[in-house]
T-cell receptor, first 111, second 116 residues
Framework: AQSVSQHNHHVILSEAASLELGCNYS??????LFWYVQYPGQHLQLLLK??????LVKGIKGFEAEFIKSKFSFNLRKPSVQWSDTAEYFC?????????FGKGTRLHILP | GAVVSQHPSRVICKSGTSVKIECRSL??????MFWYRQFPKQSLMLMAT?????????EQGVEKDKFLINHASLTLSTLTVTSAHPEDSSFYIC????????????FGSGTRLTVV
């Protein structure tokens, strides 16, 4: 079945640690890829997106993601996390004019 | 940037009653809007795609008679949960697509529905 998989359900890191959240999708053909963040009590916000071109995408707040077509992956990275990065992160794929979300990764940063 | 307003943010209703949730695009026209449902600690599940002036397209397993969607104008879509039951309690989120923007999907802040 077509799906978006996020490998880590819950990640706990200390401040200044490096972050990588995995995301794989199983759709064939052309897809658009997104990472969204949902801070506690707030609505979804777009972190970054990939439509075409450079597979290394830079987003807001120091986040970046790399699209590796051969691996059907779009992992999210940040070299040094902050306490304010505590949130839930959703990988998503746009196909057929719809956005399909992964199950999300809850990130908790220890001060 | 594009803003989507969702109302109400919270609603509590009695079992058997109906609840309407509104989704408005404030500064752009949205020919397509999407309705999602999010269970606690789970992902957003797409319920339906709403196109202005036409019938909504529902995802498999979503009861169209229970979740009525109306997209009467380019800035407003409504989701009505009919004859609500406690199992319908959830977080409902809408998204609107701005065709004129480089990236078109903007999400509302969600509606927490509790059916008692």
């Amino acid at each position: 079945a077509q799906s978006v998989s996020q490998h880590n359900h819950h990640v706990i890191l200390s401040e200044a640690a490096s972050l990588e959240l995995g995301c794989n999708y199983s759709y064939g053909g052309t897809v658009n890829l997104f990472w969204y963040v949902q801070y506690p009590g707030q609505h979804l916000q777009l972190l970054l997106k990939y439509f075409s071109g450079d597979p290394l995408v830079k987003g807001i707040k120091g986040f970046e993601a790399e699209f590796i077509k051969s691996k059907f992956s779009f992992n999210l990275r940040k070299p040094s996390v902050q306490w304010s990065d505590t949130a839930e992160y959703f990988c998503a794929v746009s196909r057929d004019d719809k956005i399909i979300f992964g199950k999300g990764t809850r990130l908790h940063i220890l001060p | 940037g594009a803003v989507v307003s969702q109302h109400p943010s919270r609603v509590i209703c009695k079992s058997g009653t109906s609840v309407k949730i509104e989704c408005r695009s404030l500064d752009f026209q949205a020919t397509t809007m999407f309705w999602y449902r999010q269970f606690p600690k789970q992902s957003l599940m797409l319920m339906a795609t709403s196109n202005e002036g036409s019938k909504a397209t529902y995802e498999q397993g979503v009861e169209k008679d229970k979740f009525l969607i109306n997209h009467a104008s380019l800035t407003l879509s409504t989701l009505t949960v009919t004859s609500a039951h406690p199992e319908d309690s959830s977080f409902y989120i809408c998204s609107a697509r701005d065709l004129l923007a480089a990236f078109g999907y903007t999400f509302g802040s969600g509606t927490r529905l509790t059916v008692v």
